[in-house]
């Protein structure tokens, strides 16, 4: 499959109160055309940092990045201001964690909405304003006249994701980015924020980056998973080949500590210590520290990527 991404080496330090933080270490993975790719790891681990740099929303100000991010074989870390905001949001969206602090609460959502479509799409008020009711039909936003009137406050935190979604395919972009979508919603509307999100990738063909803590939600949606820790993929594969051979200490540890239906009554599996600061180069490999497996091997040498089966990769000195 023809990848519509790829990430080469990324690199990004960000400057802090405390110091420089190596917060994205060389990470290197693919998009696939239409694929579902989810993003796992512990809070910290870059997955929000890595994908903030593919739109270049992190502040460079204050940030340091290297590396090569391609896409329709241009390097959006070269890009210039105005190159850049002709693909945010056209090409390539992102959703944001929490809606509410992402959206204005001083416009409607049809403002918020039209906004968009006139500013990328070229449209008139009225087709945009056309346009905007389609798309919050679509996200299952109704009746959506009468919501297209309305402010962000007047919507639960389930309908205002779907209309952050709304906004952000409101241009039919390539690749849609979804940072935690279904955080702080119940069970049931996240189960229906998934079930849209498969939706959009399976008709309109739309390749979904998706980040998430949540193992369940990989195992709902997503065709490929990388794992992340310490600011590095740590293991990528199908997720299917994830969840029957997890090769890596960590992803096995994140496994096991899924809790298990039948098991009433009995301690949770848990990940001894913490992950580390992120303000000093490391020596050997990151998770060693936490890692039953480890030896003294593992504390002197990094490990290299080395494939378990085909297109499943991980960075361990053994195949568990």
Do not use: W
């Amino acid at each position: 499959m023809d990848n519509i991404l790829s990430v080469k080496d990324l690199k990004i330090d960000v400057i802090s109160e405390r110091g420089v933080v190596h917060a994205v270490r060389g990470v290197t993975f693919d998009l696939r055309q239409t694929e579902i790719h989810g993003f796992v790891g512990e809070s910290g681990c870059g997955k929000t940092m890595t994908a903030k740099s593919i739109l270049r929303l992190h502040d460079e100000e204050k940030s340091l990045s290297s590396g090569e991010i391609l896409y329709n074989g241009m390097d959006i870390l070269s890009l210039k201001k105005k190159e850049l905001r002709e693909i945010r949001g056209s090409e390539i969206a992102m959703i944001f964690q929490d809606p509410m602090q992402s959206l204005n609460p001083l416009l409607t959502i049809g403002e918020q909405i039209t906004e968009m479509l006139r500013f990328h799409e070229k449209l008139n008020k009225k087709d945009a304003y056309i346009k905007a009711i389609s798309l919050l039909e679509d996200v299952g936003i109704k009746p959506a006249k009468s919501r297209f009137k309305q402010y962000p406050f007047e919507f639960s935190g389930g309908m205002l994701q779907r209309i952050m979604i709304a906004i952000a395919i409101s241009c039919d972009p390539k690749i849609l980015i979804a940072d935690e979508p279904t955080t702080a919603l119940d069970v049931t509307i996240q189960a229906q924020i998934l079930q849209l999100l498969k939706k959009l990738n399976k008709e309109k063909g739309m390749t979904i980056y998706i980040i998430t803590h949540n193992f369940g939600v990989v195992a709902e949606i997503c065709d490929r998973v990388s794992v992340m820790y310490a600011g590095k993929i740590v293991e990528t594969g199908d997720v299917g080949q994830i969840f029957k051979n997890p090769c890596h200490p960590y992803t096995k540890s994140l496994l096991e500590s899924i809790p298990k239906s039948g098991y009433h009554g009995q301690t949770l599996q848990s990940i001894p210590g913490s992950p580390p600061q992120l303000f000093e180069e490391m020596t050997g490999c990151p998770f060693a520290p936490r890692c039953s497996y480890a030896n003294k091997l593992c504390y002197e040498k990094e490990p290299l990527a080395a494939e378990s089966e085909k297109d499943h990769f991980y960075t361990c000195h053994y195949n568990l």
